[in-house]
């Protein structure tokens, strides 16, 4: 996709973080822009954003952890906009802590919205876009963390490389249709993702904690940096839209699987 003039964008986690910077750079783009967040006033005053560069936008708040709400997005979105081009599903949250302390209710959280979610929101749009023929794309927010696992953050780690392999599976079936797959890997960038906690139900048994994100993002790349790369990708339809240059500890991790590779020969 080479141009975003008219075109019409949603973004689920739309209200803050890597989602605000996205929104921003498609209006500034000259996109139409659907701004789903689950904290509606904080969409809201995005799409005041989007409005002051003489954009349009609208809010939908929108729970990606439950299929109505996505349903709702999906019918608002044909019903204001006649439809849609460019679907970034970025909706997302983070616990960090030992594994071993890691509960079931702390996994059902992280995956429920960053796996289940992009799943959601992805099978919904991805028929309107076949429907509509003309093409179009989406962007999955999974993050390095899809590619190199570690005990300190396994559900998300987990929820992430789920988006990779749905990501990539997607793009492959897309293909036909003329829609663009890309999946969105963020490096350490200095969202509010270390306060996820919020989102809880005060009733769930908690093991992890958000906050320990923290150190990794505090000297990260500032969120509003993000929205440019990720146009960047969406025009030469990358397969992956990375921040950050990881490609030794990549290699470093392939090379591994690869090793194992050699007890067969």
Not at 75 to 82: F, I
Not at 140 to 158: D, E, K, P, R, W
Not at 232 to 255: L, M, P, V
Request: proline share 2%; hydrophobic share 40%; glycine share 14%.
């Amino acid at each position: 996709m080479e141009d975003f003039e008219g075109k019409v964008g949603v973004v689920t986690g739309g209200g803050s973080g890597i989602g605000r910077s996205i929104c921003l750079a498609l209006a500034g783009a000259g996109a139409k822009v659907v701004v789903a967040d689950i904290d509606g006033e904080n969409a809201s005053k995005v799409v005041e954003e989007i409005k002051a560069k003489g954009a349009t936008g609208f809010a939908v708040p929108t729970d990606v952890t439950r299929s109505d709400s996505v349903e709702a997005l999906a019918n608002a979105v044909v019903e204001e906009m006649g439809g849609v081009d460019i679907v970034c599903n970025n909706a997302g949250v983070y616990l960090g802590g030992d594994l071993l302390d890691t509960t079931e209710d702390d996994w059902r959280f992280v995956l429920s919205v960053n796996l289940d979610g992009v799943f959601r929101v992805g099978q919904r749009f991805s028929k309107i876009l076949r429907e509509q023929g003309r093409g179009g794309h989406i962007v999955n927010t999974a993050s390095i963390g899809g590619f190199l696992s570690h005990g300190g953050a396994v559900a998300y780690a987990a929820s992430k490389y789920g988006v990779v392999a749905y990501s990539e599976a997607l793009r492959v079936d897309l293909e036909s249709h003329g829609i663009g797959v890309s999946t969105l890997c963020p490096g350490p960038i200095r969202t509010n993702l270390a306060g996820s906690d919020r989102l809880r139900d005060p009733g769930e048994q908690a093991g992890g904690k958000s906050q320990a994100l923290w150190e990794f993002i505090r000297e990260g790349m500032e969120p509003e940096e993000v929205g440019s790369i990720v146009l960047g990708g969406i025009r030469d339809n990358a397969a992956y839209i990375f921040t950050h240059d990881w490609s030794d500890a990549f290699a470093e991790r392939f090379q591994r699987v690869l090793k194992d590779f050699e007890r067969l020969r």
